[in-house]
């Protein structure tokens, strides 16, 4: 692709580039630029020697990165293989998983749970004594009614940063499983989990908004480096599609949404109810754009084309709306719940300080709604096949959600604690999510890498390895490029952008001329990087050099050169490797016959592993037992990577076609073996009720299939210029005879019907038809049952059959000749009857023939479905109950959407709402928002005792995670859902 050239171009001269500035350093002897380049923090990009190299030194680490990722999709050592769900092995490594993060169970931010124990907050309005957690003693009587509230801090808090990190982690690990293992039985529940992400950037965002009031166009331009910086790039490099991985244009459609909401009148924010007004508008806006069929989705993305492309089968217009809509209220229910948090936070904690009696009742009163909606989607919707529940995920996915907060929050003692294992996954799920395309899995996630061919366990721990290592590169890389070129001045953010841009399309205008001149080669985009690195590495000495060596480099400590050489290279084609998961090309039908029959044991999972890569055996091998299975020997050409197919390839490969077989019972035989692949399990199975003699046809899978019988060539002619015809010309016809002609047919007779044979058949070839012939399968002689076929059908007869018909040129006329001896000639014994074969004979014939029409049925692309419209997915109904329940958690002001509002009237004696005052007046004196009118907000100024943090958001990164510039305070971290925010209740 043009775009790979042109990132080969690019990131090469930066690598050049960046290898003459070490040289230089070196050999000077002045290393404080080599230095810098590894301080862990990063400092915004200033013209300087050491600056340069800093950012030449990244760029060439992450250019190395892309190109190892070209290499996996492109040209990796071994074929890649290909998909295969093992149920057992899949629930072992969950199971696993959790039992090994058990023994990374910490106290979350590394603090003593709820140290601060003798202290409580007394506010009036209660009439029970405050008493300590964790069995301090109670505080002393008082004389007038006190409620308690049981302390907090940031790390102890629902949802603390600790916390979303480990729900992230093995949300992410399950995600990948299921694509690593296509372990579509789990898919609704990974329909879930990412709702629960969308759901975080909802809650995430509104928290930072809310708490840092910053709408500014740095903040907005951070966001939008953090979220699509590494996918601008493999669409670049790898040349693929940005609605491949719609992970990205989904959070950042919904980071739009929630800053538009946010910024928009942004003072009714801090009005108790202006701020709810406001969101319930939104909430309409999302009712009328995707519950109701009113053509607004249409018009507001108008630009959106309707033509097939990668990730898009029926144009990004469709796609769009079908991501978008699986989780359209997500993002708005986290808003909410963000809005609700700290009454949400204030209401546990008070909750907390009751009697034990009194806090376990009230707990379980909020939880047995909860648990009672949980059990009815479990039961009803959850069950759904795959396209039901897509209809539906979007009005359920928050039952689960919200049932799953409240129980890991249920207690302080859960909240306190989080596995760090998990903790270090969820670090880099946009990362982890973006690489599993290309270097876990490959073939846009369709294959798998393979490096360690015939050992498929050993090859899946050393490939996550290595798709693990390269994932955290990544995640650190991007947020220290952004450190040095997205800092907090916009400006500098803007020349940053449009230096990217002018480097970008400067690389491909010279990738575009190199393929109009028809050059391009690994060599000449070597010369072109090596001639772009050497000018920018001139430049750049010229214009710094001396002032970095007279007046030295503030950004370098001086100290001994590191011995290490910038990583880096050409992300350019290589010249061998097996060569992308593609359609094979014509010039595999040499190879295509040329496989053998390999007996396995299927209990032992090393044989297993030899014939899945060594012969391309798929299917299901998880029966213990031996078997024989057919295989391909390895051509010497890599493109051609031969493998059985399943019936979904087979779909899709043939979806809206046709294929006609025309022929004796062998060539029936193939084509029932095509039914069985298609779903129809039955096919050929033996039944008196069906005429031998007949012809047949299905509709299996969308896709129709026809058999005419046809055993005589002269047969064979008239059906054949039948078929062509017809008004719709077949994707493919397949055909076979020859046998009957040696019982029943006079020689001359059989030379005019195959003379007449070849010419309908060449007729089919210039009307661009396809047809493949079948040479006859093996005779077993002993086996013959009639004294006529014993004299005339043995196999040397048959071999002179299959010699008359390639020397008149029936083979030659053929696009494809499906060699029936190259399968069954190992298993002539199992011929029951001399000519015919158990059905898994003509399952191997069939799985040569399925590998043909890679090159013989070009790929369609279907017009779009006219049912697959914007607004088919809409749902007036479930759509007004989702309005409903917003305006309840809105209006209501609590974050369970009901559940919990008469709990707290009975328990504490104040609805969630009349809590707002108090739980907001802290949160708003610690950032310096608009003070919180109300009684409650007085006597927290008043009765001002304790220090307690509560965090508003758990999504905000470490400072040490963030590699903000040096100059910079750490910022809120723009992280896959990013932003977590404390408050301090006092």
């Given at each position: 692709?043009?775009?790979?050239?042109?990132?080969?171009?690019?990131?090469?001269?930066?690598?050049?580039?960046?290898?003459?500035?070490?040289?230089?350093?070196?050999?000077?002897?002045?290393?404080?630029?080599?230095?810098?380049?590894?301080?862990?923090?990063?400092?915004?990009?200033t013209f300087s020697y050491a600056s340069v190299y800093t950012l030449f030194h990244h760029i060439t680490v992450f250019g190395a990165i892309l190109l190892f990722a070209y290499m996996a999709e492109f040209h990796p050592p071994y074929p890649h293989?290909?998909?295969?769900?093992?149920?057992?092995?899949?629930?072992?490594?969950?199971?696993?998983?959790?039992?090994?993060?058990?023994?990374?169970?910490?106290?979350?931010?590394?603090?003593?749970?709820?140290?601060?124990?003798?202290?409580?907050?007394?506010?009036?309005?209660?009439?029970?004594?405050?008493?300590?957690?964790?069995?301090?003693?109670?505080?002393?009587?008082?004389?007038?009614?006190?409620?308690?509230?049981?302390?907090?801090?940031?790390?102890?808090?629902?949802?603390?940063?600790?916390?979303?990190?480990?729900?992230?982690?093995?949300?992410?690990?399950?995600?990948?499983?299921?694509?690593?293992?296509?372990?579509?039985?789990?898919?609704?529940?990974?329909?879930?989990?990412?709702?629960?992400?969308?759901?975080?950037?909802?809650?995430?965002?509104?928290?930072?908004?809310?708490?840092?009031?910053?709408?500014?166009?740095?903040?907005?331009?951070?966001?939008?480096?953090?979220?699509?910086?590494?996918?601008?790039?493999?669409?670049?490099?790898?040349?693929?599609?940005?609605?491949?991985?719609?992970?990205?244009?989904?959070?950042?459609?919904?980071?739009?949404?929630?800053?538009?909401?946010?910024?928009?009148?942004?003072?009714?924010?801090?009005?108790?109810?202006?701020?709810?007004?406001?969101?319930?508008?939104?909430?309409?806006?999302?009712?009328?754009?995707?519950?109701?069929?009113?053509?607004?989705?249409?018009?507001?993305?108008?630009?959106?084309?309707?033509?097939?492309?990668?990730?898009?089968?029926?144009?990004?217009?469709?796609?769009?709306?079908?991501?978008?809509?699986?989780?359209?209220?997500?993002?708005?229910?986290?808003?909410?719940?963000?809005?609700?948090?700290?009454?949400?936070?204030?209401?546990?904690?008070?909750l907390e300080a009751l009697p034990p009696a009194q806090h376990f009742i009230a707990k379980a009163a909020i939880g047995a709604p909860l648990l009672v909606a949980s059990y009815y989607w479990a039961t009803g919707p959850f069950l759904q096949g795959?396209?039901?529940?897509?209809?539906?995920?979007?009005?359920?996915?928050?039952?689960?959600?919200?049932?799953?907060?409240?129980?890991?929050?249920?207690?302080?003692?859960?909240?306190?604690?989080?596995?760090?294992?998990?903790?270090?996954?969820?670090?880099?799920?946009?990362?982890?999510?973006?690489?599993?395309?290309?270097?876990?899995?490959?073939?846009?996630?369709?294959?798998?890498l393979t490096l360690v061919p015939g050992w498929p366990k050993v090859n899946f721990l050393v490939v996550t390895a290595i798709y693990f290592f390269v994932s955290r590169r990544l995640y650190k890389l991007t947020l220290y490029l952004r450190g040095?070129?997205?800092?907090?001045?916009?400006?500098?953010?803007?020349?940053?952008?449009?230096?990217?841009?002018?480097?970008?399309?400067?690389?491909?205008?010279?990738?575009?001329?190199?393929?109009?001149?028809?050059?391009?080669?690994?060599?000449?985009?070597?010369?072109?990087?090596?001639?772009?690195?050497?000018?920018?590495?001139?430049?750049?000495?010229?214009?710094?050099?001396?002032?970095?060596?007279?007046?030295?480099?503030?950004?370098?400590?001086?100290?001994?050169?590191?011995?290490?050489?910038?990583?880096?290279?050409?992300?350019?084609?290589?010249?061998?490797?097996?060569?992308?998961?593609?359609?094979?090309?014509?010039?595999?039908?040499?190879?295509?016959?040329?496989?053998?029959?390999?007996?396995?044991?299927?209990?032992?999972?090393?044989?297993?592993?030899?014939?899945?890569?060594?012969?391309?055996?798929?299917?299901?091998?998880?029966?213990?037992?031996?078997?024989?299975?057919?295989?391909?020997?390895?051509?010497?050409?890599?493109?051609?990577?031969?493998?059985?197919?399943?019936?979904?390839?087979?779909?899709?490969?043939?979806?809206?076609?046709?294929?006609?077989?025309?022929?004796?019972?062998?060539?029936?035989?193939?084509?029932?073996?095509?039914?069985?692949?298609?779903?129809?399990?039955?096919?050929?199975?033996?039944?008196?009720?069906?005429?031998?003699?007949?012809?047949?046809?299905?509709?299996?899978?969308?896709?129709?299939?026809?058999?005419?019988?046809?055993?005589?060539?002269?047969?064979?002619?008239?059906?054949?210029?039948?078929?062509?015809?017809?008004?719709?010309?077949?994707?493919?016809?397949?055909?076979?005879?020859?046998?009957?002609?040696?019982?029943?047919?006079?020689?001359?007779?059989?030379?005019?019907?195959?003379?007449?044979?070849?010419?309908?058949?060449?007729?089919?070839?210039?009307?661009?038809?396809?047809?493949?012939?079948?040479?006859?399968?093996?005779?077993?002689?002993?086996?013959?049952?009639?004294?006529?076929?014993?004299?005339?059908?043995?196999?040397?007869?048959?071999?002179?059959?299959?010699?008359?018909?390639?020397?008149?040129?029936?083979?030659?006329?053929?696009?494809?000749?499906?060699?029936?001896?190259?399968?069954?000639?190992?298993?002539?014994?199992?011929?029951?009857?001399?000519?015919?074969?158990?059905?898994?004979?003509?399952?191997?014939?069939?799985?040569?023939?399925?590998?043909?029409?890679?090159?013989?049925?070009?790929?369609?692309?279907?017009?779009?479905?006219?049912?697959?419209?914007?607004?088919?997915?809409?749902?007036?109904?479930?759509?007004?109950?989702?309005?409903?329940?917003?305006?309840?958690?809105?209006?209501?002001?609590?974050?369970?959407?009901?559940?919990?509002?008469?709990?707290?009237?009975?328990?504490?004696?104040?609805?969630?709402?009349?809590?707002?005052?108090?739980?907001?007046?802290?949160?708003?004196?610690?950032?310096?928002?608009?003070?919180?009118?109300?009684?409650?907000?007085?006597?927290?100024?008043?009765?001002?005792?304790?220090?307690?943090?509560?965090?508003?958001?758990?999504?905000?990164?470490?400072?040490?995670?963030?590699?903000?510039?040096?100059?910079?305070?750490?910022?809120?971290?723009?992280?896959?859902?990013?932003?977590?925010?404390?408050?301090?209740?006092?």
């Open positions: 692709a043009t775009s790979s050239v042109a990132a080969a171009i690019l990131f090469g001269s930066v690598g050049v580039a960046c290898a003459g500035m070490y040289v230089r350093c070196n050999v000077a002897g002045d290393v404080r630029a080599i230095n810098a380049a590894y301080n862990p923090r990063a400092s915004p990009l293989s290909e998909k295969s769900y093992d149920r057992d092995q899949f629930f072992f490594l969950t199971f696993l998983l959790i039992f090994a993060a058990c023994f990374t169970v910490r106290r979350n931010g590394g603090v003593t749970f709820l140290k601060d124990k003798d202290k409580v907050k007394k506010v009036k309005g209660g009439n029970e004594a405050a008493k300590l957690v964790d069995g301090a003693p109670p505080s002393p009587p008082s004389r007038e009614p006190v409620s308690a509230t049981a302390p907090a801090s940031p790390h102890n808090d629902v949802l603390s940063r600790d916390q979303t990190e480990e729900w992230k982690g093995w949300m992410q690990f399950m995600f990948l499983l299921y694509h690593y293992y296509h372990a579509e039985e789990v898919y609704n529940s990974i329909r879930i989990m990412i709702t629960c992400y969308v759901w975080m950037t909802g809650f995430g965002n509104f928290s930072f908004f809310y708490l840092k009031q910053d709408y500014s166009a740095v903040r907005v331009l951070q966001m939008l480096w953090r979220l699509n910086f590494l996918v601008f790039f493999l669409c670049l490099s790898q040349g693929t599609t940005y609605i491949l991985y719609y992970i990205c244009p989904l959070h950042t459609f919904f980071f739009g949404m929630v800053y538009v909401s946010m910024s928009t009148m942004r003072s009714l924010n801090y009005s108790k109810y202006g701020l709810r007004i406001k969101l319930a508008c939104l909430a309409f806006f999302i009712f009328l754009t995707w519950d109701v069929d009113t053509g607004l989705f249409q018009l507001l993305h108008f630009f959106l084309g309707r033509t097939p492309q990668l990730g898009a089968g029926v144009g990004v217009m469709w796609e769009w709306y079908f991501r978008s809509t699986l989780d359209h209220w997500s993002t708005f229910l986290g808003m909410i719940f963000a809005a609700n948090f700290p009454i949400t936070s204030l209401l546990g904690r008070r795959k396209f039901d529940y897509n209809a539906t995920n979007c009005y359920y996915g928050f039952v689960p959600l919200i049932t799953y907060i409240y129980f890991r929050n249920i207690h302080p003692t859960l909240r306190s604690y989080s596995l760090n294992m998990l903790h270090e996954i969820g670090k880099t799920t946009l990362e982890t999510y973006l690489m599993q395309h290309h270097i876990w899995l490959t073939s846009n996630a369709k294959s798998l040095m070129l997205m800092p907090d001045n916009v400006g500098t953010c803007l020349r940053s952008l449009a230096a990217i841009l002018g480097a970008v399309m400067a690389s491909y205008c010279a990738a575009v001329t190199l393929d109009f001149t028809g050059v391009v080669s690994l060599i000449s985009i070597c010369v072109v990087a090596v001639c772009g690195g050497t000018a920018l590495h001139i430049y750049i000495h010229t214009k710094t050099w001396k002032t970095h060596v007279s007046k030295g480099s503030p950004e370098a400590a001086a100290g001994e050169a590191l011995p290490r050489l910038p990583s880096g290279g050409l992300p350019a084609a290589a010249l061998g490797g097996a060569g992308k998961v593609a359609a094979l090309p014509k010039e595999c039908g040499d190879f295509a016959n040329d496989g053998q029959w390999v007996q396995v044991n299927t209990c032992n999972e090393f044989q297993r592993g030899v014939v899945q890569i060594d012969y391309g055996v798929r299917g299901d091998l998880s029966d213990c037992g031996g078997r024989s299975v057919w295989g391909w020997n390895v051509p010497d050409d890599k493109r051609c990577r031969f493998v059985q197919r399943n019936a979904k390839s087979v779909k899709t490969a043939l979806a809206g076609g046709q294929v006609v077989f025309v022929g004796d019972s062998l060539t029936r035989n193939v084509y029932h073996a095509l039914c069985r692949v298609l779903g129809d399990t039955g096919a050929g199975a033996y039944s008196t009720d069906v005429e031998p003699h007949t012809d047949i046809t299905k509709e299996l899978a969308g896709v129709h299939l026809e058999f005419r019988w046809a055993p005589l060539a002269s047969e064979q002619a008239t059906r054949l210029a039948e078929v062509l015809k017809q008004r719709a010309a077949p994707d493919a016809i397949v055909m076979g005879g020859g046998l009957w002609d040696t019982l029943h047919s006079e020689k001359d007779i059989h030379e005019a019907g195959i003379k007449n044979l070849i010419k309908e058949m060449r007729a089919a070839d210039k009307a661009g038809v396809p047809v493949v012939w079948q040479v006859p399968t093996t005779i077993n002689d002993p086996a013959l049952n009639s004294e006529k076929k014993r004299g005339n059908m043995t196999e040397r007869e048959v071999q002179k059959v299959r010699d008359i018909y390639k020397a008149k040129g029936v083979l030659s006329s053929a696009r494809f000749v499906l060699d029936g001896p190259s399968f069954t000639s190992k298993r002539a014994a199992e011929s029951y009857d001399g000519v015919h074969y158990p059905a898994y004979v003509y399952d191997a014939g069939v799985q040569i023939l399925l590998n043909a029409f890679d090159w013989l049925v070009p790929e369609k692309y279907l017009p779009p479905n006219s049912q697959n419209e914007p607004g088919k997915n809409a749902n007036v109904f479930l759509g007004a109950m989702m309005l409903a329940l917003s305006f309840v958690g809105l209006f209501f002001f609590d974050g369970y959407f009901g559940a919990s509002v008469l709990v707290s009237k009975i328990f504490l004696g104040q609805t969630p709402s009349e809590l707002y005052a108090e739980a907001l007046a802290p949160v708003h004196e610690k950032h310096g928002l608009p003070a919180v009118a109300g009684e409650a907000a007085a006597v927290f100024k008043k009765n001002n005792e304790t220090d307690e943090d509560v965090e508003m958001s758990g999504l905000l990164l470490k400072d040490n995670d963030c590699l903000v510039p040096d100059h910079t305070k750490p910022t809120p971290s723009l992280s896959e859902e990013p932003l977590r925010k404390e408050t301090r209740a006092h």
